[in-house]
């Protein structure tokens, strides 16, 4: 297949990569409306409503939703058991040492303040049950959540299999409930007689999922709106070909839609990985999704420098960053915007997916130049302390009425102005 070329010393290059690298989820109005009816369902007949969708998309037929819960078990053994295990503990000691804690002080005016951080309630997590099963996103959205303290779990998929019960059961969540779709994340956000209301939904899910959630957000929290899946390799050559075409594969077969993107300084680089893109796509499963997702938004960047490379990164902003380089953490300072970066030859994008510790939930489509991967943090809700004393109260108060007094607030200044006069 021919992968499209780019050269960052060709006239037009930040259009063309601009181009490239947009991605505006589309509102598909008939996607939007079918969402909001199924929510309004949801909303007014609740459990009635999880059943008819169940029936409907699901093929699946119960009396009560109550039939379609079942318990977080182990169901594997062997290495299967053993990899989740691992990538389980690994995930726990990494977001462990995100936890904040409160705080307080009290200043020179004698007033006491501070932050109070505690952790949400009740967290919905939703996890697919269509064309894959993915045990990883179990483990990567439940660990923070419980490392956080959230007190109860509940997860929804139209049909976990026995690898996404056990890891449900490894990471804590509370009740799973097979049900899915835009119906799923109406009844975690409203609650219905069976399912209680959460205070904030995480996971991926198809086009009716990501709707339903960005419909509900307001009423619930959300992770974020996730575009498809994008993967950078910014190279010096010094990594073999082949691994740097099964590392840009690696993201491709995630969807038609992912992205993969190589940026070098070195033409005669570019063009073995090329030449192993070629040579190696044929024997993998999902090289048909692969070679749709090269072609329409694959490409082979030729840079000036690695300064240069380093640049495009930036303006990129990818969800993965390999920094596929013999001295990666020279190059580190200079590059700021990326979900996550993976320094050096021996580390693979695919290591980070599943078992490396950090989370793979990651901000796409340039959002990491503002946003972050999912964390502990997303789980913690912080409230700000305020005590004044009698004291503080007359010389804060003065400064508070002047300045509400200046805004028009009239019965501000006189809510501070009481307690000093």
């Known amino acids: 297949m021919k992968l499209r070329r780019l050269s960052t010393r060709e006239r037009g290059f930040d259009a063309k990569l601009l181009r490239l690298t947009r991605y505006e989820a589309a509102q598909d109005t008939k996607v939007q409306g079918a969402v909001r009816r199924i929510l309004a369902d949801v909303r007014r007949e609740g459990d009635a409503a999880?059943?008819?969708?169940?029936?409907?998309?699901?093929?699946?037929?119960?009396?009560?939703?109550?039939?379609?819960?079942?318990?977080?078990?182990?169901?594997?053994?062997?290495?299967?058991?053993?990899?989740?295990?691992?990538?389980?503990?690994?995930?726990?000691?990494?977001?462990?040492?995100?936890?904040?804690?409160?705080?307080?002080?009290?200043?020179?005016?004698?007033?006491?303040?501070?932050?109070?951080?505690?952790?949400?309630?009740?967290?919905?997590?939703?996890?697919?049950?269509?064309?894959?099963?993915?045990?990883?996103?179990?483990?990567?959205?439940?660990?923070?959540?419980?490392?956080?303290?959230?007190?109860?779990?509940?997860?929804?998929?139209?049909?976990?299999?026995?690898?996404?019960?056990?890891?449900?059961?490894?990471?804590?969540?509370?009740?799973?409930?097979?049900?899915?779709?835009?119906?799923?994340?109406?009844?975690?956000?409203?609650?219905?007689?069976?399912?209680?209301?959460?205070?904030?939904?995480?996971?991926?899910?198809?086009?009716?999922?990501?709707?339903?959630?960005?419909?509900?957000?307001?009423?619930?929290?959300?992770?974020?709106?996730?575009?498809?899946?994008?993967?950078?390799?910014?190279?010096?050559?010094?990594?073999?070909?082949?691994?740097?075409?099964m590392d840009l594969f690696s993201q491709a077969e995630h969807g038609e839609d992912s992205q993969a993107l190589l940026v070098s300084p070195s033409a005669d680089h570019l063009e073995a990985v090329a030449e192993a893109i070629e040579r190696l796509l044929p024997a993998l499963e999902r090289k048909a999704t692969i070679a749709a997702s090269l072609r329409a938004r694959g490409a082979l960047v030729l840079a000036r420098d690695l300064d240069d490379a380093c640049a495009v990164a930036n303006r990129v902003a990818p969800e993965h960053l390999e920094l596929a380089v013999e001295e990666p953490d020279r190059w580190l300072p200079k590059l700021g915007a990326a979900g996550a970066i993976f320094l050096g030859r021996w580390s693979s994008e695919a290591i980070g997916d599943y078992c490396a510790g950090p989370n793979h939930v990651l901000p796409t489509a340039g959002s990491a130049r503002f946003s972050s991967p999912l964390g502990v943090y997303d789980f913690q809700k912080r409230t700000s302390l305020i005590g004044v004393t009698k004291a503080a109260a007359a010389s804060l108060g003065r400064l508070a009425a002047t300045l509400a007094e200046g805004e028009g607030l009239g019965a501000h200044a006189r809510s501070a102005e009481m307690r000093f006069k």
């Open 50 to 245: 999880l059943l008819k969708y169940a029936k409907r998309f699901d093929r699946v037929s119960a009396r009560s939703v109550s039939e379609l819960e079942v318990k977080p078990a182990v169901m594997v053994d062997g290495t299967s058991l053993e990899a989740l295990r691992a990538a389980h503990a690994r995930i726990c000691a990494f977001h462990e040492r995100q936890l904040q804690q409160s705080w307080e002080y009290v200043d020179a005016e004698g007033v006491r303040l501070g932050q109070r951080v505690s952790p949400l309630e009740r967290v919905g997590l939703y996890v697919p049950g269509g064309k894959a099963a993915y045990p990883s996103s179990v483990l990567m959205n439940a660990v923070p959540a419980k490392v956080a303290g959230v007190r109860e779990l509940v997860m929804v998929s139209p049909n976990p299999n026995p690898l996404v019960l056990s890891a449900a059961a490894i990471a804590g969540v509370d009740r799973v409930i097979r049900i899915g779709g835009a119906q799923a994340i109406g009844a975690l956000a409203y609650g219905t007689k069976r399912i209680p209301r959460v205070d904030k939904i995480v996971g991926p899910g198809n086009a009716f999922v990501a709707e339903a959630k960005r419909q509900v957000f307001g009423e619930v929290g959300i992770d974020m709106i996730a575009g498809p899946s994008e993967i950078l390799v910014l190279s010096d050559g010094s990594v073999p070909a082949d691994w740097i075409a």
